[in-house]
């Protein structure tokens, strides 16, 4: 379920549900993004221009933005490109319309599809491909560890993650 945090000048929103804990969002403005603090996102903490810079970093797709100062809204371009990650899903990016199992339809920026076939979340990744050993043709992707990802190879879980917390 995406919640949306209104600022001034822009609006994130994040969707738990598809998040894979690749952490862009808590590297880059850390006074905007804070794991532990409620709520989580404080967009005015920094100018519209780097917040929008950070959430264009979210390969998944589960931080977007909106503009509200005039400023240009995330646009996916005309073209869609899908990247396989080594033993891991498909980075994909463009305007991707993804129809879930309850049959709702979304329209992402950006999303990590699952490839392993494992996901209890598909067509998104959940990050059963690294439970699995799940080996892969693809290209090579830097993760870096953080509070969401204490270990290259289990990143914590939907239920540990406090950003799922009200």
């Known amino acids: ?4 945090y209104r600022g001034k000048d822009i609006e994130v929103s994040f969707d738990l549900d598809i998040c894979v804990h690749i952490a ?30 950070v959430v264009r970093l979210c390969p998944s797709g589960a ?17 869609t490109t899908v990247i396989p990650v080594r033993d891991g899903p498909l980075l994909v990016a463009g305007k991707i319309e993804v129809r879930r199992e309850d049959g709702t339809v979304e329209t992402l920026p950006r999303a990590t599809l ?23 043709p693809g290209i090579p992707f830097h993760i870096h560890l953080s509070p969401v990802r204490p270990r ?12 799922g917390e009200n």
């Open 152 to 163: 290259l190879d289990a990143p914590i879980t939907k239920a540990e993650d406090p950003r």
């Open 63 to 79: 931080l977007q933005y909106r503009r509200r100062d005039g400023g240009q809204d995330e646009d996916p371009g005309e073209t």
């Open 1 to 4: 379920m995406r919640k949306v």
């Open 24 to 53: 862009e969002c808590l590297r880059g403005q850390r006074q905007v993004f804070q794991l532990k603090r409620r709520p989580w996102i404080l967009p005015d903490l920094a100018g519209a221009d780097e917040v929008a810079e």
């Open 114 to 136: 699952c490839r392993c076939g494992l996901s209890q979340h598909k067509p998104f990744c959940d990050n059963q491909h690294l439970a699995a050993g799940f080996r892969a």
